[in-house]
């Protein structure tokens, strides 16, 4: 009976992550003033993320020393709506736009504006990198 279950499970894992497919995302950021730049530029927002159809992608990514969920919502091929939550506080919830330019193979170059939905500041433009498996 348990080799029944063990079994069922088994594959029905096996299909999700065959049909799955999943993406690495990060922000560059720049360095100090007085720093130079380094693996933490481009490691200190990477996330991990599972694309649930052709137009939802869900997952987490890291915010600061905190990780968060992060979602997108692609319109077209090429352009997305992105949200982020980070765990610690719901309230700086970050709402962004992004267009995905398929730089080499899978690998892709996303020019986005991201903004913090508790300030009334103007928002931020990033530079992002995805790699699509």
Known sequence: ????????????????????????????????????????????????????????????????????????????DNLYLSAQIPSDNSDEMKVGVGYAVKFWNDFYVEPNYVWETSQDDEGEFKIGITYRF
């Open 1 to 76: 009976m348990i080799r029944k279950y063990i079994l069922t499970i088994a594959i029905a894992l096996t299909s999700l992550c065959a049909s799955a497919q999943y993406m690495v995302v990060s922000d560059i950021s720049s360095p100090a003033d007085d720093e130079s730049w380094g693996v933490a530029n481009f490691t200190d927002n990477i996330g991990v993320g599972y694309q649930l159809n052709d137009d939802f992608v869900l997952g987490v990514q890291k915010s600061g020393d905190d990780w968060g969920l992060f979602g997108r919502y692609n319109m077209s």
